[in-house]
């Protein structure tokens, strides 16, 4: 019988332990890279940032009597064609309207592989009660997808 010396053992080892951990980094970077949300086949959020947090396509926000929030949302055409997007907002107001949502752009035109920016705004009246709201994003596409690629 062969006997495998001890450092050997080790090495073998430690290089497992490499490989399992960079097998891990990419299931996980898999799984990040799918949960931003690709809208579309071509679009893709590449980024959200401002007020408030994100679960999947919900914004939820802590709001106060009076307060005015904003979060952007960044977007990326992978594709080789022109994509029209529209941006919607669900619902526009809550409380009896004493929160309203809205949208700087509803709808827009991305050139193939470009970015371009939407700004979700929230604006509490002084009436509004304090509290953590939510809206849901909504994104549709209409183009002729061609090569889609991730950024």
Same mark, same amino acid.
């Given at each position: ?16 332990? =490499? ?8 299931? $996980?970077?898999?799984? /990040?890279?799918?949960?931003?949300? %690709?809208? +579309? &086949?071509g ?28 979060t952007? =949302? ?8 022109? $994509?029209?997007?529209? /941006?919607?907002?669900?619902?526009? %107001?809550? +409380? &009896? ?41 909504e ?13």
């Open positions: 019988m062969l006997a495998v010396p001890q450092e050997n053992r080790t090495r073998r080892s430690g290089n497992m332990k =490499i490989g399992l951990m960079i097998v891990a980094i990419l299931a $996980l970077g898999l799984f /990040v890279g799918s949960s931003t949300a %690709s809208a +579309a &086949g679009l893709t959020v590449v980024s959200k940032t401002g007020d408030g947090i994100w679960d999947g396509a919900t914004w939820k926000v802590g709001m106060y009597p009076g307060k005015v929030k904003t952007t =949302i960044e977007f990326y055409n992978s594709s080789n064609s022109k $994509l029209n997007v529209k /941006v919607r907002i669900k619902p526009k %107001s809550l +409380a &009896g309207r004493d929160l309203v949502f809205g949208l700087d752009r509803k709808n827009l035109t991305m050139a193939p592989r470009s970015h371009t920016e939407v700004t979700l705004v929230v604006i509490a009246s002084e009436s509004a009660g304090p509290g953590i709201y939510s809206a849901d994003l994104v549709k596409v209409a183009g002729n997808l061609k090569g889609a690629q991730k950024p």
